[in-house]
């Protein structure tokens, strides 16, 4: 059964961020399998256009235009009052005021009644079998709501919910708005369970979906080409970026508190003085940070600027990677470290496995669900740079326990995180929710 389907999204690609990379593959996939998926997204390039006051000029032009064979409707938002919702936000989030729970769902955004008409009319246009919606914290989930309960079509929600993070997510309004969708579409068994207990949802409605990377001839280079692709990215990142030490350390992602970046330099720190103490070439590594910038950049750039010279020559930021160049970066790394505590998956981990690149994660939240220690990774506390240092240390001094790693986690992507059979999963609950709802309205 071919279906109608609106997808209701806060950024679409171009717009970067892993909920982007989710809602592009698999709107791309259903489209090339005969569905009718129409995507409504805001003109904003990042998150943080909707509530920080220097955000939201750089935006991209509102209107309908057709994305690798996706058509995407993007909408304008409001930013005034910003700053008091912000203010609100946070007050709310600390004392039981009158309302609490809407303000600190108000203030990230977006807001505004242009996004509920373009939903409304969209689905109505084309008469669509259910309206998908995500991620929190975004209103994108309320707007969705209220479009599928004037219209009475059923409601799929793709949380991408932080497990861990209290502050922004762990809101009573939200698991309200849970308990009205027809379905949840989670990435993890972690996220799952958690929303089915905290949320009070029936289990039946709720399905591990996941997330997937691509797996075909062209991404995933066969075990054989791996190494001698490893080679020829080291020298290429090497010679691009000036790169002088024997070994690579890598971190992808936004530039964003919760992404561990401070904590990594500070370990780094730590390694090269002890590397000068009892001078040992496992600890000589450059470190690369990579990906897109944010409010929280010039705190990182700040963090570098202290660091002795001598060491400061050893740090790499580079914002705004193009993709050939993201693939290289993990081709040519010996190590990825992303430690953050909040994530609903974690993307970047797949990529390095891919590339035969071990990793270093937290052990909170989704992360430590899927990576197994010392099998195809590390883990350790959240902001723990002490401990990091050891976690980094130990994979530099032992190269074949790196491959090995590395190894292990090429072969977990490719039979699990093909994103041809993760979009199976979304297919077939989204079929399911469709069907049902059909068959309760007497149209099968």
């Known amino acids: 059964m071919a279906m109608k389907i609106v997808f209701c999204v806060h950024n679409y690609a171009p717009a970067r961020g892993g909920a982007e990379l989710v809602w592009k593959n698999v709107s791309e996939r259903l489209r090339r399998r005969g569905h009718d998926v129409r995507v409504v997204a805001t003109n904003a390039r990042s998150t943080e256009d909707y ?20 058509p995407v409707t993007r909408v304008p938002f409001r930013r005034f009052g910003s700053p008091v919702l912000n203010l609100l936000r946070s007050i ?5 005021i009158p309302g609490r729970d809407k303000w600190r769902a108000l203030s990230w955004g977006p807001r505004g009644g242009t996004y509920l008409r373009a939903v409304e009319t969209l689905a109505a246009e084309i008469g669509a079998d259910l309206i998908v919606a995500g991620p929190f914290p975004t209103l994108v989930v309320d707007h969705a709501r209220r479009a599928a309960a004037r219209l009475g079509k ?6 991408c919910f932080h497990t861990e993070d209290k502050y922004s997510f762990d809101n009573p309004l939200y698991f309200r708005w849970l308990r009205d969708a027809a379905g949840l579409a989670c990435f993890t068994d972690l996220e799952s ?16 979906a996941g997330i997937g990377i691509e797996v075909d001839g062209k991404t995933f280079l066969p075990d054989t080409d791996l190494e001698p692709a490893r080679a020829a990215a080291r020298e290429s990142v090497r010679a691009r970026l000036s790169l002088t030490q024997p070994n690579l350390v890598l971190f992808f992602g936004q530039h964003v508190p919760h992404k561990g970046i401070i904590p990594l330099l500070d370990a780094m ?5 002890d590397g000068e103490r009892a001078p040992r070439t496992s600890a000589a590594a450059d470190l690369v940070i990579a990906g897109n910038p944010s409010s929280h950049t010039p705190a990182i ?17 580079i914002p705004s990677v193009r993709e050939e160049e993201r693939t290289e970066l993990f081709r040519a790394a010996d190590i990825f470290v992303s430690v953050s505590p909040f994530e609903s998956f974690g993307i970047v981990y797949l990529e390095a496995w891919r590339e035969g690149t071990p990793v270093i994660a937290c052990d909170r939240g989704a992360s430590s669900r899927l990576v197994e220690p010392f099998r195809d990774g590390l883990l350790v506390g959240d902001s723990n740079a002490f ?30 995180f093909d994103w041809e059979k993760i979009a199976d999963n979304y297919e077939n609950f989204f079929a399911e929710i469709a069907g049902k709802r059909q068959a309760k309205s007497g149209t099968v």
Do not use: C, H, Q
């Not at 709310?92 to 039981?96: K, Q, W």
């Not at 720190?269 to 003085?273: G, H, P």
């Not at 002795?308 to 790499?316: A, G, M, Q």
């Open 193 to 208: 369970s958690y929303l089915a207990e905290k949320g009070g949802i029936p289990k039946e409605r709720v399905r591990t």
């Open 269 to 273: 720190e730590n390694l090269w003085k």
């Open 92 to 96: 709310s989030t600390r004392l039981p």
């Open 387 to 416: 401990e990091l240092s050891g976690a980094i240390l130990t994979l530099l001094r032992d190269p074949e326990l790196r491959r090995r790693m590395g190894l292990r986690g090429r072969a977990k992507v490719r039979e699990r």
């Open 51 to 70: 509530f920080l006051p220097d955000k939201g000029r750089d935006l991209f032009p509102a209107g309908t235009e057709t994305i690798d064979g996706v």
């Open 154 to 159: 059923p409601l799929v929600v793709v949380p």
């Open 301 to 317: 750039k700040e963090r570098i600027a202290i660091l002795p010279e001598k060491f400061r020559s050893r740090v790499r930021l």
